[in-house]
C-alpha cells in the first residue's frame, strides 16, 4: 500500500507540484488549502507523513496550530513545515511545536524528496527492533541512523531532521573540519551563514540540556566546524 | 550675522533715547538763554535809570565846572584825556607789556612828521598811569651831575601840567640823565628869588630809551589832581639846545588845554552794590571809554556746586564745540532829561549760569533714558542668547536625528507654545514621517524578497516536474536556462534577506569573552585556502586581546571585509588584515589595492548603496558593508573607510569597544 503524504498549502500552483512530484516518487497524495479541510480529513483518516505551510489562507499562523492538533493526534507522524517565511523565530517556534524539519521552499524537490524518503526510513526504523550495525559511537553519543535519533549519555537528544544530518556529519570523522557547503551537502539543504550559524547554536543547546559540560562541536572561525572527542 | 549680534544692534536703537534728549537739551538751553539774555536786559535797563542824570556819580566833577552840565563835560575836546579803566596796576617800568592792547585808548599829538607823541592813560583803584611814546630821532638826556636847572646841561623834558583839586594850575617836570627811574620835580621860587627844583615824589616813573624815541611810565595819585591836564614835550636835538614844545598844555604858561575825563570815586562802590558771582557790571564813556567795572565773573563756583564729573562727561557730547559765549545786554545812561547820552552801562553773564541749571535737567534725563537703554539692550541680548540656545539645540537635534544610514534618532519634545516650538515640533513630525518611510525602505527588500519567494517557488517546481517528463531534447536548453533563471532569482533573494537574518542574528546573539587574535588567525588561514590567487597578510598584536561579543559575528564581520577587497583587487595582490590596539578599543584594518574608494566613502556602509554585480554573476546588493557596520555597531564601534596613504587601494577600518 502507498504511503500518504498530506499537503497543506494555500497556493494551488505549489501544492499540485510538490503533489506531482510526490506522486512521481510514487507516494499517495492528498492536498488540502487550508486548516479546516485537513483537520475535517486528518480526524477521518491520518496520513503517514504531513507537509504542511505556516500561513493557511486567512490564518497567518494556521500551520502552526495544524501541526499541535496533529502532533496530538499523533505523537509519532512525521511532519514537515515547509514555508516561505525563513525567520528564525518561526523555525524555532516550529520545531519546538513537535515538527521534524523546518525547510523553506527554496527548497529543491529532490532534496525535498530526500528528506521524505528520511522520514519514513526512521518511520521504518522504529517499528523494527534496534539494530547494532546501524548505530555510529563517539564518546557518549551514539547515532542510530536508522531510527535518526540521537542520545548522550544514554539520554535522548530530539533532534529535527536537519540538526541530525550536520551531527551526523560532524560525529562521523572526529576532527576533521566540515564547513558550511558540507554540512548543507549532508543535511540535504542550501542554507546561508547565518541558518548554518543558529542550526549549530541550537544543536550546542539541545545537547547541553542532556548535559551543560558539553562541548563537543567546535566552531573553526573561518572554515566551519568539528566534533571533538 | 549672528541672531544675538543682530538683536544686539536692534536694542542699541534705543540710544535714540538719550539722543533725542541731547537735543532737547540743546534746545531748552536756547531757551534759556533767550530768557536769561531778557532778564539781563531789564536787570540792565534797571541799573541805567538809576543811574540816569547821575553825572556826579559817573565822572569827577571837572574844575569849576557844573556837574550838571552834561554836555559842556561830555563834548570833549582833542585836549582831554580819558584814561582806561584798569583791571590791574601796570608794573612801572617803561614797557607796554601789561597795558590793555587797544589803540583808540591812545591820544596822539604832534608837531611835525618827525615829531609826536601818545599818552595813554589809565586809572587803577585811585591813581592814574600814563604811558608816554615819544617818537625823537635823538633823545638827548641831561647832563650827567647838573642842576636840572642849568640850561647848558637841559636834554629832552616832558611836562605835566595839572589842576589841583582847589584848581590851582601846577606843574611838573620829568628829566633823565639816563634810562631809569625818575621823579617829577616842580620848580620853586626860593629865598632869593632863585629858581629851585625841588622833588614831586608822588609822581614817580620810569624812563626807557625805546626804537624811534623814548617811553615813560608813571603813576599819578589822583588825589592830586583835579579836573585839567595835560602833556608838554620839550624836545632838543641837542644838549641845551632851543626846544621844540608840544603837547596839550598851553606852550607858552603850560596852562592846562585839556581835561580828565575820570570816573567819580563813588561809581565803583555803587557798581558793587549789584554785583553778583558771575556777574560783570561795566559803565563806559558815550565814546566806548570803560569808567568804572565790577567784574565777578570767575565767581561762578558759588553759583551752584561743581556740576558731578558725569555732567561734564555728558557737556562734551551735548555741547557744539567751542566756548560758551557769555551773553551781554548793554544801554545807554541819559541824562536827566532825557535827550543825551552821558554813557553805556554794560552787563555781562556768565554762561555757566543757565548752563548748570540745563546740565541738572541733562544729567537726569541722561542718566534715566541710558538706564533705559542698558535695561533695554540687556534684555535683548539675554533674550537673543535665550533664543540662539534653543535654535542651536534644534539644530543639533535636527542634525544629530538622522544618523548617516537613514535611521531616525530620537528628537526631543518641546513644550515651548512660541514659534520656535511650532518648528521643532514640526520638525519632530517630519522626522516622524521619514522615520516610517525609512523603515518601509529598510524592509522593503526583505518584504520583496518573502512576496517573491511563493512565485519563485512555483516557477521552480513547475521546472523540477517539468524535468521529470518527457521533454524533447530541443527544448531541454531552454529548460536548462529557466532554471538557471530561477537559481539566480533564488540566489538574489537570499542576498536581499541577508541583511535581515544579520539583524536578527545581530538580536538574537550571545556575547561571550572571547580572544580576538586566535579567530582572525584562524579565519585569515581559512582565506588563503579559500582565495588562491590573493597573499593574505596578518598583522596582530603579539598577546591576546580579548573582547566581550559574538565571535560568529566577528568572523562573518571579516568574511564580508575580505569579500570586498578580494572583489576590488587585481589578481595576485596582497591583502592585508591587521588588528592594533588603540585603548579603549581594538582597531581592525583590512588593507587591498586596488581603485581608489568613491567619493561618497562614508555612504559604502549604508544598506543597498552599492549595487553591482561581479563577473560571476553572483548578485551583490551592497549589503556586505553594512553588515559589517551593523557588526561594529553590536560590538559598540564604528567602520569608515579611507583610501592608503600612498593611494594605491583602500582601507576599511572597524573600531571595535574593549571591556573596561
Known amino acids: 500500500m502507498k504511503r500518504l503524504i498530506a499537503i497543506v498549502e494555500d497556493e494551488a500552483a505549489i501544492r499540485d507540484n510538490y503533489a506531482a512530484a510526490f506522486a512521481r516518487e510514487g507516494y499517495a497524495v492528498r492536498t488540502y488549502a487550508n486548516r479546516t479541510q485537513a483537520m475535517s480529513a486528518f480526524a477521518a483518516r491520518l496520513p503517514d507523513l504531513a507537509v504542511i505551510d505556516i500561513s493557511l489562507e486567512d490564518e497567518p499562523e494556521g500551520g502552526f496550530e495544524l501541526c499541535r492538533q496533529l502532533r496530538a493526534l499523533s505523537p509519532v507522524l512525521p511532519i514537515i513545515f515547509l514555508t516561505a517565511r525563513d525567520s528564525e523565530l518561526d523555525a524555532v517556534s516550529g520545531l519546538r511545536l513537535g515538527a521534524d524539519d523546518f525547510l523553506t521552499k527554496d527548497l529543491s524537490l529532490a532534496h525535498l524528496s530526500a528528506r521524505v524518503n528520511a522520514l519514513f526510513r526512521r518511520v521504518d526504523a522504529l517499528r523494527k527492533p534496534e539494530q547494532a550495525g546501524d548505530v555510529l559511537r563517539r564518546g557518549p553519543l551514539t547515532l542510530d541512523t536508522e531510527r535518526m535519533q540521537a542520545q548522550w549519555d544514554g539520554k535522548v537528544v530530539l533532534l529535527s531532521l536537519t540538526e541530525f544530518w550536520i551531527v551526523h556529519a560532524l560525529a562521523r570523522h572526529p576532527g576533521h573540519v566540515r564547513n558550511r557547503q558540507q554540512l548543507m551537502d549532508a543535511a540535504n539543504v542550501v542554507l546561508d551563514d547565518n541558518t548554518i550559524t543558529s542550526h549549530v547554536k541550537r544543536i550546542r543547546r539541545k545537547f547541553q540540556g542532556a548535559d551543560p559540560r558539553f562541548d563537543a562541536v567546535q566552531t573553526v572561525y573561518g572554515m566551519g566546524y568539528r566534533w571533538v572527542e | 550675522m549672528s541672531l544675538r549680534l543682530k538683536l544686539l544692534l536692534l536694542g542699541l536703537l534705543?540710544?535714540?533715547?538719550?539722543?533725542?534728549?541731547?537735543r532737547y537739551a540743546r534746545e531748552m538751553e536756547s531757551a534759556l538763554r533767550e530768557g536769561e539774555q531778557t532778564s539781563l536786559q531789564s536787570v540792565a535797563e534797571t541799573l541805567a535809570t538809576s543811574l540816569e542824570g547821575r553825572l556826579d556819580l559817573l565822572y569827577r566833577a571837572p574844575q569849576g565846572g557844573d556837574s550838571q552840565d552834561a554836555a559842556a563835560l561830555l563834548e570833549s575836546g582833542p585836549y582831554d584825556l580819558k584814561p582806561v579803566a584798569l583791571t590791574a596796576a601796570p608794573l612801572v617800568d617803561g614797557y607796554s607789556e601789561d597795558w590793555p592792547r587797544d589803540a583808540a585808548a591812545w591820544a596822539w599829538y604832534e608837531k611835525d612828521a618827525a615829531h609826536r607823541f601818545g599818552v595813554l592813560t589809565g586809572v587803577y583803584e585811585r591813581v592814574l598811569y600814563l604811558l608816554l611814546e615819544v617818537r625823537d630821532e635823538h633823545p638827548v638826556f641831561d647832563a650827567a651831575g647838573a642842576s636840572p636847572l642849568d640850561a647848558r646841561a637841559t636834554g629832552d623834558r616832558v611836562w605835566l601840567?595839572?589842576?589841583?583839586?582847589?584848581?590851582?594850575?601846577?606843574?611838573?617836570?620829568?628829566?633823565?640823565?639816563?634810562?631809569?627811574?625818575?621823579?617829577?620835580?616842580?620848580?620853586?621860587s626860593g629865598e632869593y628869588g632863585q629858581q629851585l627844583a625841588q622833588l614831586e615824589p608822588r609822581i614817580r616813573g620810569v624812563w626807557q630809551l625805546s626804537p624811534g624815541?623814548?617811553?615813560?611810565?608813571?603813576?599819578?595819585?589822583?588825589?592830586?589832581?583835579?579836573?585839567?591836564?595835560?602833556?608838554?614835550?620839550?624836545?632838543?636835538d641837542v644838549r641845551g639846545g632851543a626846544p621844540l614844545s608840544?603837547?596839550?598844555?598851553?606852550?607858552?604858561?603850560?596852562?592846562?588845554?585839556?581835561h580828565?575825563?575820570?570816573?567819580?570815586?563813588?561809581?565803583?562802590?555803587?557798581?558793587?552794590?549789584?554785583?553778583?558771582?558771575?556777574?560783570?557790571?561795566a559803565v563806559a564813556t558815550p565814546g566806548g571809554q570803560v569808567l568804572a567795572r565790577v567784574d565777578e565773573l570767575k565767581r561762578v563756583a558759588e553759583l551752584a556746586p561743581a556740576p558731578p564729573l558725569i555732567a561734564r562727561l555728558y557737556r562734551r557730547f551735548v555741547d557744539q564745540p567751542?566756548?560758551?559765549?557769555?551773553?551781554?545786554?548793554?544801554?545807554?545812561?541819559?541824562d536827566r532829561e532825557h535827550r543825551t547820552v552821558i554813557g553805556t552801562l554794560e552787563v555781562t553773564q556768565t554762561?555757566?549760569?543757565?548752563?548748570?541749571?540745563?546740565?541738572?535737567?541733562l544729567t537726569r534725563m541722561l542718566n534715566f533714558t541710558l538706564a533705559t537703554s542698558i535695561v533695554v539692550v540687556l534684555a535683548m541680548f539675554a533674550f537673543a542668547v535665550w533664543l540662539a540656545l534653543r535654535l542651536s539645540r534644534l539644530r543639533q537635534a535636527s542634525e544629530s536625528a538622522l544618523t548617516r544610514a537613514g535611521l531616525i534618532a530620537s528628537f526631543p519634545d518641546t513644550e515651548a507654545r512660541d514659534e520656535l516650538g511650532d518648528v521643532a515640533r514640526s520638525f519632530s513630525r517630519l522626522l516622524g514621517r521619514l522615520n516610517e518611510y525609512t523603515g518601509y525602505l529598510r524592509t522593503l527588500a526583505g518584504k520583496l524578497a518573502h512576496e517573491i519567494r511563493t512565485p519563485l517557488t512555483i516557477v521552480r517546481s513547475s521546472l523540477e516536474n517539468l524535468e521529470a517528463e518527457q521533454v524533447p531534447s530541443s527544448a531541454r536548453a531552454y529548460l536548462e536556462r529557466a532554471r538557471q533563471g530561477s537559481e539566480r532569482l533564488n540566489a538574489i533573494l537570499l542576498a536581499m534577506g541577508a541583511a535581515t537574518r544579520v539583524e536578527e542574528a545581530i538580536g538574537g546573539a550571545e556575547r561571550s569573552r572571547f580572544d580576538l587574535v586566535p579567530l582572525i588567525e584562524s579565519a585569515v588561514a581559512a582565506y588563503r585556502g579559500a582565495f588562491t590567487e590573493r597573499r593574505f597578510a596578518a598583522e596582530l598584536p603579539p598577546g591576546p586581546v580579548m573582547m566581550d561579543g559574538a565571535p560568529d559575528l566577528i568572523v562573518q564581520m571579516l568574511d564580508k571585509l575580505i569579500d570586498n577587497a578580494?572583489?576590488?583587487?587585481p589578481v595576485g595582490s596582497s591583502i592585508t588584515v591587521r588588528l592594533r590596539l588603540a585603548a579603549p578599543e581594538a582597531v581592525l584594518e583590512v588593507d587591498n589595492l586596488g581603485p581608489p574608494l568613491p567619493s561618497e566613502a562614508g555612504r559604502l556602509f549604508e544598506s543597498l548603496w552599492q549595487s553591482r554585480g561581479d563577473g560571476n554573476g553572483r548578485p551583490h546588493f551592497g549589503l556586505g558593508l553594512y553588515i559589517v557596520r551593523l557588526i561594529a555597531e553590536f560590538h559598540g564601534g564604528s567602520a569608515s573607510a579611507s583610501n592608503l596613504p600612498d593611494g594605491s587601494g583602500a582601507r576599511f577600518s572597524i573600531r571595535l569597544a574593549l571591556p573596561a
Open chain 2, 213 to 236: 624815541g623814548y617811553r615813560l611810565e608813571l603813576r599819578v595819585p589822583l588825589s592830586m589832581l583835579g579836573a585839567g591836564f595835560g602833556v608838554l614835550i620839550d624836545d632838543r
Open chain 2, 351 to 361: 554762561p555757566d549760569r543757565w548752563l548748570r541749571l540745563r546740565d541738572r535737567a
Open chain 2, 566 to 569: 578580494v572583489d576590488f583587487s
Open chain 2, 322 to 334: 567751542g566756548a560758551q559765549p557769555p551773553i551781554e545786554a548793554r544801554v545807554s545812561v541819559y
Open chain 2, 246 to 258: 608840544y603837547g596839550s598844555l598851553h606852550p607858552d604858561d603850560l596852562r592846562t588845554l585839556g
Open chain 2, 14 to 22: 534705543t540710544l535714540v533715547l538719550p539722543w533725542a534728549g541731547c
Open chain 2, 260 to 281: 580828565l575825563i575820570v570816573a567819580a570815586p563813588e561809581l565803583t562802590g555803587y557798581l558793587a552794590q549789584f554785583s553778583q558771582p558771575g556777574l560783570k557790571l
Open chain 2, 161 to 188: 601840567g595839572f589842576q589841583d583839586p582847589q584848581g590851582g594850575e601846577r606843574q611838573v617836570f620829568l628829566a633823565a640823565t639816563g634810562p631809569g627811574a625818575i621823579t617829577a620835580r616842580y620848580i620853586e
